[in-house]
């Protein structure tokens, strides 16, 4: 027991209470990609790159041949896979102590799940929750290689892949920038796909029979129907309570 509860206090200090964590702050001048020069730059290139691959090799290879790619779709699934699991156990351990840490300020008005659908009026991109966001954000530009990969491999372009892509990566950047509510949900639920989905394509990299694409299908119908059901709600909460109605609550409570 006594280096089970070791082991897990090393983890939570290093994924929610390290100083790099705690105090970070979300800024032009000190966070890599975080200008909107960069994120409209980074997200042409990468489509400019994926359909000057795709013509090219249309132009210099034979249909229906391929390029060998040999470990470095299953290795690039894999590091998908351990960044999502390593951003949702850091993200929900984050969570629970911004919560127990700020509640005395948002508990009149709101109940945690409310927190996490909308956030308090004045939230600022800092501290622990902004500091995954923001690898979320950075792990995006990870998820580009695997458009790369398809068209190497298969030698076929998604415009889907392209689109979600650059939405993704948008959206994140805006998450950020704007400190926007139900990021976290969002994030926790997306990467607790991610971390599936691509483990398993990992996983089946090294099987004869291929990628099953029933679960693969399944886990992102199901993410689908979850950020639904929660932009539902972060509707229902801004339009029928109100986070503005709720602060001026705090503040005739006079908390803050």
């Not at 997306?190 to 089946?204: D, Q």
């Not at 199901?222 to 950020?227: A, R, S």
């Not at 639904?228 to 001026?248: A, N, Q």
Request: charged residues 15%; proline residues 3%; hydrophobic residues 50%.
């Amino acid at each position: 027991m006594g280096k089970a509860s070791t082991v897990i206090h090393t983890l939570n200090f290093y994924l929610s209470e390290h100083p790099s964590i705690v105090g970070f702050r979300w800024s032009h001048a000190l966070c890599w990609g975080s200008t909107w020069s960069f994120l409209f730059s980074s997200i042409a290139v990468y489509i400019l790159i994926s359909l000057f691959l795709h013509l090219f090799l249309a132009l210099l290879l034979r249909r229906g041949r391929s390029i060998p790619l040999g470990p470095l779709p299953a290795l690039h699934s894999l590091s998908i896979s351990v960044v999502s699991a390593t951003i949702f156990a850091g993200l929900l351990l984050s969570t629970a102590a911004e919560i127990k840490e700020t509640r005395w300020f948002w508990r009149r008005s709101k109940t945690p799940f409310q927190w996490l659908l909308c956030f308090p009026l004045g939230t600022r991109p800092s501290g622990r929750v902004f500091f995954w966001s923001y690898v979320f954000y950075l792990s995006r530009f990870l998820h580009m290689l695997r458009t790369i990969f398809v068209i190497l491999g298969r030698r076929k372009l998604v415009f889907f892949q392209l689109f979600y892509h650059s939405i993704s990566t948008f959206m994140s950047f805006l998450w950020l920038e704007f400190s926007q509510s139900f990021q976290v949900l969002a994030i926790l639920l997306t990467t607790l796909a991610y971390s599936v989905i691509y483990g398993y394509r990992f996983w089946r990299a090294f099987d004869s029979r291929g990628e099953c694409l029933s679960l693969v299908l399944n886990c992102q119908m199901v993410l689908l129907g979850c950020n639904l059901v929660c932009h539902v709600g972060v509707f229902l909460l801004h339009h029928f309570r109100g986070c503005i109605l709720e602060e001026k609550k705090e503040k005739e409570y006079g908390v803050g």
